[in-house]
T-cell receptor, first 113, second 112 residues
Framework: GENVEQHPSTLSVQEGDSAVIKCTYSDSASNYFPWYKQELGKRPQLIIDIRSNVGEKKDQRIAVTLNKTAKHFSLHITETQPEDSAVYFCAASRSSGTYKYIFGTGTRLKVLA | NAGVTQTPKFQVLKTGQSMTLQCAQD?????MSWYRQDPGMGLRLIHY???????DQGEVPNGYNVSRSTTEDFPLRLLSAAPSQTSVYFCASSTQGVQPQHFGDGTRLSIL
């Protein structure tokens, strides 16, 4: 079945450094890739997404890149701040046909002040 | 604007009991879905709905029922609670054809 692998499971960076989280998907028909941020005890929040017709998307300090040939996509956070500390989830889906989203298992990011 | 509202926030059940988790949204979103979140396993889709009167199964539907009589409400029913259903449950909504945009605060459910 469809699968999304996410790495690393935990990541610690110094404040101001960059963080990169990578996801690999198995369904070659996937064409929509969102990222969610979940603070401890809170709801997931959509922070950025990318569609298969785009290779990169940026929103201030956050960017996502997509490599369809290799079937992987990555979240890049630059100039990390303590408030970036959270669990980040990737997901992959097809935008047509069945409405099903497969999530990665999450990355716990710790930004050390 | 309340967004997505889930009730209750916490619940403890005994094995075999049934209950309904409530979810309501006031954004007139067509798509609604239920996820469960377990440690180390991310979010898994239980059931979803693409509009009033239309529901379908997700990745882990066994033991759960849903209905969508109105656009606003999408309750999740546990038919006969089992310890394996101990989890945090999130309801989400989105505009037509789009990813889960808005999540509720979640319901933490423990089955003894």
């Amino acid at each position: 079945g469809e699968n999304v692998e996410q790495h690393p499971s935990t990541l610690s960076v110094q404040e101001g450094d960059s963080a990169v989280i990578k996801c690999t998907y198995s369904d070659s028909a996937s064409n929509y890739f969102p990222w969610y941020k979940q603070e401890l005890g809170k709801r997931p929040q959509l922070i950025i997404d990318i569609r298969s017709n785009v290779g990169e998307k940026k929103d201030q300090r956050i960017a996502v890149t997509l490599n369809k040939t290799a079937k992987h996509f990555s979240l890049h956070i630059t100039e990390t701040q303590p408030e970036d500390s959270a669990v980040y989830f990737c997901a992959a889906s097809r935008s047509s046909g069945t409405y099903k989203y497969i999530f990665g298992t999450g990355t716990r990011l710790k930004v050390l002040a | 604007n309340a967004g997505v509202t889930q009730t209750p926030k916490f619940q403890v059940l005994k094995t075999g009991q049934s209950m309904t988790l409530q979810c309501a949204q006031d954004m007139n979103h067509e798509y609604m879905s239920w996820y469960r979140q377990d440690p180390g396993m991310g979010l898994r889709l239980i059931h979803y709905s693409v509009g009033a009167g239309i529901t379908d199964q997700g990745e882990v539907p066994n033991g759960y029922n849903v209905s969508r009589s109105t656009t606003e409400d999408f309750p999740l029913r546990l038919l006969s609670a089992a310890p394996s259903q101990t989890s945090v449950y999130f309801c989400a909504s989105s505009t037509q054809g789009v990813q889960p945009q808005h999540f509720g605060d979640g319901t933490r459910l423990s089955i003894l």
